[in-house]
Nanobody
Framework: QVQLVESGGGLVQPGGSLTLSCAASGSISSIVVTGWYRQAPGQERAFIASITNTGYTKYADSVKGRFTIVRDYAKNTVYLQMNSLKHEDTAVYYC????????WGQGTKVTVSS
């Protein structure tokens, strides 16, 4: 089994930056892809970014050029660096892993507001 724990959410002003962390534990050698999704109030959960175990990255159009997904193999942690944040980035952000099983974290809330 894989356990994912997100952290780093909070309140940030428009134009600001925030970095989310997703720490993995358990059967981490089975993970092929780790990604970030977000769910805004009243909306469905949506894909944001992902990184494979070979370092290939993919981004949603809405965050390209502003968000960067990075993996620290030594710490078994995937980060989502978010810059130039907008009001519409407000959501609960979830970490997701794909391997021999699918795993989700509990989510971390990001609020972009002045």
């Amino acid at each position: 089994q894989v356990q994912l724990v997100e952290s780093g959410g909070g309140l940030v002003q428009p134009g600001g930056s925030l970095t989310l962390s997703c720490a993995a534990s358990g059967s981490i050698s089975s993970i092929v892809v780790t990604g970030w999704y977000r769910q805004a109030p009243g909306q469905e959960r949506a894909f944001i970014a992902s990184i494979t175990n070979t370092g290939y990255t993919k981004y949603a159009d809405s965050v390209k050029g502003r968000f960067t997904i990075v993996r620290d193999y030594a710490k078994n942690t995937v980060y989502l660096q978010m810059n130039s944040l907008k009001h519409e980035d407000t959501a609960v952000y979830y970490c997701h892993s794909v391997g021999t099983e699918l795993s989700w974290g509990q989510g971390t809330k990001v609020t972009v507001s002045s």
